[in-house]
């Protein structure tokens, strides 16, 4: 149980807004760290604060049954890893991409995407380097901190994360664009015409773990994990069902 004071009588689902009210919060002060005009908390601040109020809770990293590595591939959008933190009986899992410093999703191999270059007027090229264990490894890490946010630690620094803005390798120079203090009007230049993209799949990590496991255990296991996004996408259930009839045919 967490270390604040519980009124005697309280409900469950009392005691947990209490903790979760207590976690949300938590001044964390000095443990909130700046980087890219971005704040974020360490996972090792992270989980201590956490533990202040759940001596007794756990985490654990979701590997793919199939390869027990710690994280799942898709080739085609690229790596991700899961975790899962167990509180008071009350058990929560997060996902995160694997991504670069400019918040690029990584991938096994190397690929290069576009980025428009204002002062040049154009769109050039930029790598995104292939993930490494090291990438893994702290894609891991801000898994389990985004995993704590879920029980309202740090859960303020997240809040707006998913308003679309413009990808973070031009957030320097929109930070400078910011701090001017004199609007010059200039000629109207035509707007840059978007290089052609491919549809992204969001659903595509769990559809290639759904084919890659290998018996009906594992596959119960998988939809537990992402239960609440299978009772509401009919695709991704009728997968799952169409998997556990390939098992049950291939036992």
Not at 9 to 28: H, P, Q, S, V
Request: with cysteine; hydrophobic share 35%; net charge neutral.
């Amino acid at each position: 149980m967490c270390k604040i004071q519980i009124p005697e009588g309280a409900t469950l689902d009392e005691k947990r807004t209490l903790c979760f009210d207590a976690l949300y919060n938590m001044k964390l002060g000095e443990m909130v760290e700046k980087k890219d005009n971005l704040s974020y908390l360490s996972w090792s601040n992270a989980w201590k604060a956490f533990k202040e109020v759940y001596p007794s809770a756990t985490f654990r990293v979701i590997c793919n049954p199939d390869t027990k590595l710690p994280y799942f591939v898709d080739p085609n959008v690229g790596i991700m890893v899961f975790t899962e933190v167990t509180a008071d009986d009350q058990t929560q899992s997060m996902f995160l991409p694997v991504m670069n410093s400019s918040n690029r999703a990584m991938r096994l191999e190397p690929y290069t995407y576009q980025v428009y270059d204002k002062q040049n007027r154009r769109y050039i090229d930029k790598t995104c380097e292939a993930a490494t264990m090291t990438d893994i490894n702290r894609g891991i890490a801000r898994c389990l901190t985004k995993n704590l946010a879920l029980f309202g630690l740090g859960l303020k620094l997240y809040q707006g994360e998913d308003i679309p803005c413009e990808n973070s390798d031009n957030a320097a120079d929109n930070a400078a664009d910011q701090k001017k203090t004199t609007v010059r009007r200039a000629k109207t230049i035509p707007a840059p015409t978007p290089q052609p993209t491919q549809p992204v799949d969001r659903f595509a990590p769990i559809k290639n773990a759904i084919n890659s496991v290998a018996d009906t255990d594992a596959l119960l296991d998988l939809y537990l994990l992402h239960q609440p996004e299978v009772e509401g996408n009919p695709e991704i259930k009728k997968l799952f069902t169409e998997r556990k009839l390939q098992l049950k045919q291939a036992a």
